[in-house]
């Protein structure tokens, strides 16, 4: 039952991010219905999941020789692959793609630390 509230929270988290990411950036589209923003935030949640541990890895001296520093990086490189997977999203030029970095993980960062509170 813990596993399976993670993933609804994962997916809601995440979906939210979506949403204000596509609200404030204004070169980040998203043209899709409710299944469609869920569709994204699984993709989102599943990179994470899967990807991300992948790319930490591979790029972990990196990490380190900047400090940390490098986890922005890679955390662009996850929102292009959900810009390359998902057909409702749009993001033009990597400005869009800076910010929208920053913005979901904040949006994911402040959410998941919100509910470790409670």
Known sequence: MRLFNRIIFSLSSN??????AAYFIPEFTFSGDFLALLAAGGAVSLINIFIRPLMKLIFGPFILLTLGLFIIVINALTIYLLDFFVESIIINGPLAL???????GTVNFIVNHSAKSL
Request: no cysteine; proline share 0%.
């Open 15 to 20: 979906s939210l991010a979506i949403l204000a």
């Open 98 to 104: 800076f910010l929208s970095t920053i913005l979901i």
